[in-house]
């Protein structure tokens, strides 16, 4: 579970109440899709075949420009978790983070599900590497448009404890 209980209305869009824009929620969608696809290679080394991870970054980015609706994007993001549960570790955990960061059009908040997801996926490619959470994090930070850095570094100190603790120094 990554999504708070309580939420934060910075990260609720306008037209639900929040004071998140239209754009803003865009450019989290396009970040999210970011950190997906920065891990979506560990998938693909194991399932080079199954395009569902890679079809839901596409869609999160269709999304984010308009070219396609929430609810397909959304199901693209299904069907790439989908392809994530019969497996275990990297690959997993790739599969997972396309499939958050194609739910962000629903609820902004999947963005740090995209994040968290990619960070695992590369500590579980690599489980003898203390150093590599921290450098995907910090590389997912570099990605931030910077407009909104505060806000995800400010959510992900919040989420940190339901997001496996990767966000931590």
């Known amino acids: 579970m990554i999504l708070p209980e309580v939420r934060d209305p910075r990260l609720v869009t306008v037209r639900r109440g929040g004071l998140l824009t239209d754009t803003d929620h865009a450019l989290l969608a396009l970040w999210a899709a ?9 998938f693909e080394q194991q399932l080079p075949e199954d395009h569902r991870p890679r079809d839901a970054i596409t869609a999160t980015r269709s999304w984010a420009v308009g070219g396609v609706g ?10 790439a978790m989908g ?3 019969e497996l275990r570790g990297p690959a997993r955990f790739a599969a ?7 739910c962000v059009g629903h609820v902004a908040e999947h963005d740090l599900g995209a994040a968290a997801y990619a960070i695992r996926a590369v500590q579980a490619a690599h489980p ?5 959470r921290r450098a995907e994090r910090d590389w997912q930070r570099a990605q931030v448009p910077e407009h909104l850095s505060a806000l995800v570094v400010e959510d992900q100190a919040r989420r940190d404890d339901i997001c496996w603790s990767v966000f931590a120094d």
């Open 34 to 42: 970011e950190c997906a696809e920065h891990v979506l290679h560990l």
């Open 70 to 79: 929430m609810m397909q994007a959304r199901s693209a993001g299904g069907h």
């Open 83 to 85: 392809a994530a549960r």
């Open 96 to 102: 997972y983070a396309a499939g958050q960061a194609a």
């Open 128 to 132: 003898h590497d203390p150093r590599v």
